[in-house]
């Protein structure tokens, strides 16, 4: 069975583990001495008086982070607590056992402990850290494995001598001569407050410790927390955690309730913007009856619940006993019943846990609005998963679904499963009819045949039943089986408990039956969907936009509104959908930011509004005043991507079918595929170009020993303090060891798809200029490659040649066309731009209706010009043109413009750029130049860049006047 498939050296991950290796460089590390202290991990000397080192590498590690340093609860000098935000799907696992790995390498440290918050999160850790696939990933670059040493409760044995944990006491005993391994130990919280770990026991360990926490304490371990948020500094918990007495605490995790030390910071909009995790598609069930209905639980007493009926204007008290049917407060409640309940917490017969002030809905538990989303969710699924096992490389989706009732799965007449069963064999018999792909046929059919192995469920309450014990042993803790494309099985049903500390990434679908009851984080609910899919041959399937499909009903119609709100607001962004009430100091410092010719000075900017009526004397929003923001000032919105979260049924945007034919040609022509060439001849004239490169941009390698550092008097509380401004070590490569010469060059040329003698060479023949020898980590790896292709941009066509080959590939489908080349009726709405607006788009253009990503564009959508016979929006993505420095470059539209001569065409492909032509920097001139020679073959197509102070019309007339 195919194996998954680790990438090395993911930026997001590398980088984070680079910030927290940089923390402890040129700190003292002292061996502790004598074989007594075999056991016992390296000291770091961490002085936390004055302005150490320490805080230096603090300091450094958030500005090369981008983190605002000026904050005092990010950074706390006196603190060994250090914190790494990531965020839900990016990869935290990994990210801190490569930091295991790393540490132990870098600085000797052998001895690590991780504590999670849950059972399930355990499973999990225990699950990825054991995996074949993980193991042999880590072998391969480090030689050495992790030996996981799991805590778990203790069963009372015959003997009436008590022992310490085994986990613990094997812990402790292994020594730093055992060279192979590195010595991790795992621990839930609830373990870490049990008996287990408080009591003392008869039988001591190294003839020193008679508790865990001692002798666990004794080995001087580097923590690692995962979840942070659970784990509040003013509970139990935190206490115990104490006791170990860690030499560094790092904290890891997409949620925090305040930051120690902040060294890293992946936020929930650079994930989704970037592509680091799917996009999210809500799909909304509504049932007219029940949306202004709630049941909210007013109060307990521990005998019954009292709960508050509101339907429309109307509202009634109903008291539930024990055992009593919710029918007595809704009629659409059947077979709902009080489990039990205390004084604070009423447990429902379906498991569903509420508190004071939750709130369901009683048409969430209606089957009807349970067997419509259960229908559209297998209905979506198979149109995915023709889409992505009809692919050259097959990539198999998953829909899970989150149940309250077991039995109506697990039952064999279970309304649940004979519906899913029902679902599955419609819609497969269905597509087999037409389907022509012998793969995807012959799936379909394995399908038919045994629907049973085609869905499975994990519950906590499962029985021990041999083919359910399979069944769960597979979802649970077998990912390469679940996705192997020989099994059948793709839809999983759990409790929404499973939630949390388990994942598979090719989890597409998620399909929510019931309601959760209390508010919880969105981001958390579709956390288990997250991660980027791999393909059939477990790689990493990345560079495409995926979406996670989430089925909901009508009880969470702002559910796509609350999460861009809470991705948002925890990214510190400026959100396009949800935005704040006040014009404030964030707006201003963009403004200036992004408009530097625009205006002066912030007093400019606010002036500037008041007269155009956008803001009160208050700084607060007149009517429509954030609409001119955002007409105004597009580019400020750094928030989530409006593109990445969406609902099902405002995404699309309608085609004038007709004006195709006008457009083919000019269409089909932009859409060939082709290769760039760079026309060096030899691999001595690319060393030559290699060593021109290292020697313009040797200034980036500083010297160890030149620290340039600017610090200004501020007086602050009435007292004098030296602050830290500016450092001359920003946007440089430091002096900084991790690898041997030999897989330096190895990965620099796998990087960089150099030779690798090629790269021996140049470096010898810079030797004295200055030595890579002092640069041997990933970091300079990164950077050289960056600089390198910065280079190659810049210096392409004036330097070297290019040439463009034409790949013989089919053009269609496109983003406007089928695989048959026929014009498809609408497209996303996302393709074509973030922004909507109701104005009349020019009858002369492709689409129905007005999005757009700037002003101009908005502009250019609107403008009648005569001459012009059709144009388009070039959907994003659909055209690629490959540049120098292995970029790609993409027009903004396209025109057909009348000729002179009537029997001709003139076509035109405009690139906006929404500033002035001085502005333009270099590296967009050069992709210009690119794109002009890309379009330089048999077809004329004249290529022009659009200014912000120019208007379409001027530009089509004097093309049309030339011609």
């Given amino acids: 069975m195919k194996k998954f498939n680790f990438e090395k050296n993911l930026h997001h991950q590398t980088h984070a583990v680079e910030s927290l290796l940089s923390i402890f460089q040129n700190l003292e590390i002292t061996e502790v001495k004598g074989i007594e202290n075999s056991f016992v991990n390296p000291c770091i000397q961490n002085k936390f008086s004055g302005r150490s080192m320490y805080e230096k590498n603090l ?6 982070s981008s983190i605002e340093t000026k904050k005092s609860e990010n950074l706390k000098s006196n603190s060994s607590i250090l914190d790494i935000m990531m965020e839900t799907g990016t990869g935290k696992t990994y990210t801190y056992t490569k930091a295991i790995f790393e540490l132990n390498k870098m600085y000797g440290l052998f001895k690590f402990i991780i504590i999670v918050p849950t059972l399930s999160i355990k499973a999990g850790t225990i699950n990825f850290i054991k995996s074949e696939s993980s193991r042999e990933h880590f072998r391969e670059q480090y030689q050495k494995a992790i030996k996981l040493h799991v805590v778990e409760s203790q069963k009372k044995g015959k003997s009436k001598k008590s022992y310490m944990p085994q986990a613990v006491s094997e812990f402790v005993r292994s020594e730093k001569i055992d060279k192979n391994n590195i010595q991790v130990l795992l621990i839930n919280a609830g373990m870490l407050n049990s008996e287990t770990m408080q009591k003392s026991y008869d039988r001591t360990l190294i003839d020193k410790y008679t508790t865990p926490f001692d002798g666990l304490a004794a080995t001087q371990p580097f923590l690692i927390i995962d979840e942070p948020h659970r784990f509040s500094q003013e509970n139990k918990t935190w206490k115990n955690i104490e006791l170990l007495k860690a030499q560094f605490t790092l904290r890891m995790g997409a949620t925090f309730t305040q930051f120690d030390n902040l060294i890293y910071q992946l936020t929930a909009v650079r994930a989704f913007n970037d592509n680091l995790v799917k996009g999210v598609t809500a799909h909304i069930e509504r049932f007219e009856q029940g949306e202004d209905v709630l049941l909210r639980l007013i109060n307990t007493d521990g005998k019954e619940a009292t709960f508050e009926l509101q339907e429309k204007n109307n509202k009634k008290s109903i008291k539930i006993a024990k055992k009593e049917s919710f029918q007595k407060a809704h009629a659409a409640m059947t077979g709902l019943f009080i489990e039990k309940l205390n004084k604070s917490e009423v447990v429902l017969s379906n498991g569903l846990s509420l508190k004071k002030g939750d709130k369901i809905n009683p048409y969430s538990y209606s089957e009807t609005l349970q067997e419509r989303l259960i229908k559209k969710a297998v209905q979506n699924h198979f149109k995915l998963e023709k889409e992505l096992l009809t692919r050259e490389v097959r990539i198999k989706p998953l829909t899970l679904f989150f149940i309250d009732n077991i039995e109506e799965y697990r039952n064999e007449k279970g309304t649940l499963k004979i519906l899913i069963e029902q679902a599955i064999k419609t819609h497969a018999e269905e597509l087999l009819k037409n389907e022509t792909d012998p793969f995807y046929q012959n799936y379909l059919q394995k399908t038919l045949d045994a629907i049973s192995l085609t869905h499975g469920g994990y519950f906590s309450k499962d029985n021990k039943d041999e083919t359910v014990e399979k069944e769960v042993n597979e979802i649970l803790h077998d ?12 839809f999983i049903f759990s409790k929404w408990t499973l939630r949390e500390g388990w994942d598979n990434p090719n989890v597409f679908q998620i399909c929510k039956l019931r309601s959760s009851g209390s508010e919880i984080s969105k981001l958390q609910e579709v956390g288990r969907g997250l991660r980027l899919p791999v393909n059939e041959h477990m790689h990493r399937v990345k560079n495409e936009q995926f979406y996670l499909h989430y089925f909901v009903d009508f009880t969470e ?24 009430e006040k014009f404030n100091e964030k707006f201003i410092k963009k403004i200036l930011e992004m408009y530097p010719d625009k205006f002066k000075n912030s007093d400019a900017l606010l002036e500037y509004l008041d007269e155009n009526n956008v803001i009160n004397r208050s700084n607060n929003f007149k009517e429509k005043g954030f609409e001119f923001i955002k007409k105004e000032f597009p580019l400020i919105f750094d928030g989530i991507d409006s593109t990445k979260i969406r609902k099902a049924e405002d995404t699309k945007q309608k ?27 030899t691999e001595e004239e690319f060393k030559k170009l290699f060593i021109h490169f290292l020697k313009q941009e040797k200034r980036l390698f500083i ?5 340039t550092i600017t610090v200004k008097l501020e007086i602050e509380n009435q007292r004098a303090q030296m602050k830290e401004v500016a450092s001359a070590l920003d946007n440089k490569i430091m002096p900084f060891v991790t690898i041997s ?8 040329a796998q990087t960089m798809n150099i030779n690798i003698q090629t790269l021996h060479a140049s470096f010898k023949v810079l030797k004295t200029e200055f030595d890579i020898n002092l640069y041997r980590n990933t970091s300079t790896i990164r950077a050289i490659k960056q600089y390198f292709d910065q280079f190659l941009l810049y210096n392409s066509i004036d330097k070297f040649g290019i040439a463009y080959q034409k790949v013989s590939s089919s053009i269609h489908p496109t983003k406007l066309t089928n695989s048959q080349g026929t014009v498809l009726e609408e497209v996303l709405s996302s393709d074509i731009g973030i922004l909507k607006d109701e104005a009349k788009v020019a009858d002369n253009y492709f689409f129905e209706d007005l999005f757009y990503d700037s002003k101009l564009e908005r502009e250019n959508s609107i403008s009648e010009i005569d001459e012009v016979i059709v144009f388009t929006k070039i959907p994003k993505n659909s055209i690629k043109i490959p540049i120098s420095g292995g970029k790609t470059y993409s027009p903004d539209f396209a025109y057909v413009v009348k000729h002179k001569e009537g029997n001709k065409k003139l076509y035109f492909v405009v690139e906006t750029k929404d500033t002035d032509e001085k502005q333009l920097r270099n590296e967009e001139l050069q992709k210009i130049k690119h794109a002009e020679k890309f379009f330089d073959h048999k077809i004329k197509i004249q290529f022009k860049t659009q200014f912000s102070h120019q208007k379409m019309n001027e530009l089509i007339r004097e093309i049309y006047q030339k011609n």
């Avoid at 300091?59 to 090369?64: F, G, M, P, T």
């Avoid at 991705?567 to 962004?573: E, L, M, P, T, V």
């Avoid at 085609?655 to 001849?681: F, P, S």
């Avoid at 010297?703 to 620290?707: A, E, G, P, Q």
């Fill in 703 to 707: 010297d160890s020993n030149l620290h």
């Fill in 741 to 748: 010469y030999t897989q330096f060059l190895k990965e620099l």
């Fill in 655 to 681: 085609v004038r079918v007709e004006k195709y034919a006008q457009l083919k040609e000019l269409w089909e022509e932009i859409n060939q595929k082709a290769i760039l060439e760079y026309k060096i001849e």
């Fill in 59 to 64: 300091y450094k590690a958030q500005k090369a």
């Fill in 479 to 490: 990912k390469e089986a679940m996705l192997s494309l020989e099994n059948p099985r793709r």
């Fill in 557 to 580: 119609t702002d559910f796509v509104d609350n999460l861009i709100n809470e991705i948002n607001k925890n990214s510190d962004a400026i959100s396009l959908t949800l935005p704040p």
